[in-house]
């Protein structure tokens, strides 16, 4: 059995809840999200939690089980709390500006990279090279944060490029000396 699926979901004050027709919809401080549940599942909601239970006891339902109890806890905690990314620009002239919703990127190439923001993801750029992604959906902001990441990967002989703040850079070293 999945020991994350039989976890019951608490609900917060000033969240409301809707699951019908197999579309949950949660309401909170934040904003509200809204999925479709799988087949293989079901919700229940009673008591101030949310429980999560298989349909049939195979393999698939006990992993999509799992995933649905995820899924559902990250909306709650979304629209109740919020999400946040950051990331680190490392580099020497390497920096980015925020105008409207569109991050321009400098990154070493020959021209400035332009990224628009998706719609529910807000930036702030401090000392022009940390960058704080926040948004109400988990998975949204980390494809968001991934993409970004993706501009300038961080090299591993200088560091250079764009990591995850809480990112370890193996870092390895480089040429050897001449041999005399």
């Not at 079901?42 to 999560?52: F, H, N, R, T, Y």
């Not at 109400?136 to 990967?153: F, M, Q, V, Y």
Request: glycine share 10%.
């Amino acid at each position: 059995m999945s020991r994350v699926g039989k976890a019951p979901i608490s609900i917060p004050d000033k969240t409301k809840i809707t699951y019908k027709d197999r579309i949950i919809t949660v309401q909170g401080e934040k904003g509200t999200l809204v999925r479709s549940v799988h087949s293989a599942v079901d919700l229940k909601i009673e008591d101030g939690m949310i429980k999560v239970n298989a349909v049939k006891d195979d393999r698939t339902s006990r992993a999509l089980r799992g995933l649905t109890r995820s899924l559902v806890a990250n909306m709650v905690i979304g629209v109740s709390n919020g999400f946040e990314r950051v990331l680190e620009i490392n580099g020497i002239g390497y920096r980015a500006v925020l105008s409207g919703n569109c991050i321009e990127f400098s990154l070493g190439y020959s021209h400035p990279v332009k990224f628009d923001l998706p719609k529910g993801v807000s930036a702030s750029i401090d000392k022009k090279n940390v960058i704080r992604l926040t948004g109400i959906d988990k998975e949204l902001l980390g494809h968001t944060a991934a993409s970004i990441r993706r501009l300038r990967p961080p090299e591993s002989y200088k560091g250079k490029g764009i990591k995850y703040a809480e990112e370890r850079i193996q870092r390895k070293a480089g040429k050897a000396g001449a041999k005399a």
